[in-house]
């Protein structure tokens, strides 16, 4: 095994001289957040490459179908529903290969990692210090489309409930709020309804 890097420098030619979807710097194992997630084997520091997201470069509309698939099929088994990554305005990366670990990755809502895309290639880079053992995470950046089927498990103090990315959490608070409101006049009106009537009398009910 190779000498750990000591400068960023360092660390990037490390990652590159890996096999694809793998790293030095983490491993997959059981999550408390969803299935199997990715922690860190070293201490990570921040603006360090972690893990480059592999898999299949294909079209939009390849992407779009597969993404479906994904979806329809993680209805069933309850596996992840997603793992294509938008790489810019033409092509995805499908990353639904055993060999892609950072697929396993899980989402947050207060992420130690960030992506960054750096031509055709996805890196995960620490946005903080990661120590080792700790799980890594990312924000997922996911819209309100269908927000409801992406339950956040994250746990942490500024979970929103919902994986959804950070530009949409304000939206989607109003959304919840708004919801909420509707349902407590609606639970309102159903108990001045069921309340009405007439009382009964010390006789017994009125005729």
Known sequence: MKAL???????WALLQESE???SPFCEARNSVIHGQGVFATETI????????????KV???EGNRRGLAQAEKAK?????????????????????FDYNTARLINHSCQPNCETEIDQDRIWVVALKK?????????DYGFDLDDFEDHPCLCGTDDCCGYIVGQDYRVKLAKKLKKRRKAARKKKGKA???????QKRGPKGPPP
């Open 5 to 11: 890097p000591t400068t960023l420098e360092e660390a």
């Open 130 to 138: 990661i120590r080792k053992g700790e799980e890594l995470s990312f």
């Open 20 to 22: 694809p979807g793998t």
């Open 59 to 61: 079209t939009k509309d």
């Open 45 to 56: 520091r921040k603006g360090w490459p972690v893990i480059a997201y592999a898999g299949e």
């Open 191 to 197: 108990s001045k309804k069921k309340g009405k009537g």
């Open 76 to 96: 069933q088994t309850g596996e992840a529903a997603v793992y294509v990554f938008i790489l810019n305005d033409e092509w995805d990366i499908d990353g639904n």
